[in-house]
């Protein structure tokens, strides 16, 4: 069931985020798990996330897998990824929310999306310009180059685990970055680079605890940046945040984007008249 968000309450936070948004052509978003709640995946912390009731799982799943990546990989292809949280994934559709950013996109305002989602749902919502820094469930990666494969279009030879690159012989892994493992510096490159030529930074969704992702609206603010934070709940960030919009994304990007859609509407019919 839908929460019920109040947005009448929160009207002039809106009024400042639209404005604010309305006035930048270089956004540099970074999205958490809370994107995808409202597309029937729990997140990890927060309220009712997976942490929050089970406890955090072993930290050190990539040790096991450089161990024995071949192990790993028997594994993986006996068992497959039945759980709960697999299951939530293989149903899931991109949600308003997801539609709404990738409109912010289409607008020229959205430059840039870091997302620390593993869901493919921001891709699959039309969404173009986007660094996965922890990867993707639905594709593979060399770990020595970096070359990433769609895993539908990779042929993995059951009998020669585990699979290695065909350009560099690395071994090759689920793109999804595991505890323990670094973040494959290409993307901590690009995240970086994109975050230096933002006029505006949005955090969506996400609890701000994760390093190295927090670490990108820190640079913004360091930078003096205005920054616009859409989260139910308060994190590290809210207090220095420019505006901060406590509501669910699936029902605040919408009504951003209607609200946004107006000021440009007005600038161009206020040119216009002034052309005349
Ligand atoms: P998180 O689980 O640490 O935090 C989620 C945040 O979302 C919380 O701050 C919560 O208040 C907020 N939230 C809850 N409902 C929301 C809603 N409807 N709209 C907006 N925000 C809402 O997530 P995280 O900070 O992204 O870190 C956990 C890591 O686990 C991620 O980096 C990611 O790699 C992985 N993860 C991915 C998925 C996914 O791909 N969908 C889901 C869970 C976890
Ligand atoms: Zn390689």
């Known amino acids: 069931m839908a929460e019920t968000f109040n947005r009448s309450a929160h009207s002039a936070a809106f009024e400042v985020a639209a404005d604010l948004l309305a006035g930048s052509t270089h956004t540099v978003v970074l999205a958490g798990a809370g994107m995808s709640k409202e597309s029937g995946i729990p997140t990890f912390r927060g309220e009712g996330g997976l942490w929050t009731i089970n406890g955090e799982p072993p930290l050190n799943q990539y040790d096991t897998f450089s161990q024995d990546p071949g192990r790993w990989w028997e594994r993986r292809l006996e068992e497959g990824r039945s759980d709960g949280f697999a299951q939530a994934l ?4 991109p949600n308003n929310g997801h539609r709404a950013l990738a409109e912010l996109e289409d607008m020229g305002i959205v430059s840039h999306l870091i997302t620390q989602n593993i869901d493919d749902l921001h891709r699959r919502a039309g969404q173009t310009s986007i660094t996965e820094i922890h990867g993707n469930r639905y594709w593979l990666r060399c770990i020595s180059c970096e070359r990433r494969w769609p895993r539908q279009e990779y042929t993995i030879d059951e009998a020669a685990l585990p699979p290695t690159c065909d350009h560099c012989s690395g071994v090759i892994k ?7 493992e670094p973040i494959p510096p290409t993307a901590l490159r690009r995240s970086g680079d994109e975050t230096a030529q933002a006029d505006l930074f949005m955090t969506i969704g996400t609890s701000a605890l994760v390093y190295p992702a927090a670490q990108y ?3 913004a603010l360091q930078r003096g940046l ?5 989260n139910p709940e308060p994190t590290p960030l809210t207090e220095l945040a420019t505006v901060a919009i ?3 994304s699936g029902q605040v990007l919408p009504a951003l984007v209607e609200l946004v859609r107006k000021r440009l509407a007005n600038t161009v019919a206020r040119k ?4 005349d």
């Open 217 to 219: 609206p820190i640079e």
């Open 174 to 180: 689920s793109d999804t970055v595991m505890f323990g």
């Open 90 to 93: 293989e149903q899931s559709e």
């Open 272 to 275: 216009n008249h002034q052309e």
């Open 246 to 248: 406590p509501g669910p």
């Open 226 to 230: 205005p920054l616009i934070e859409i």
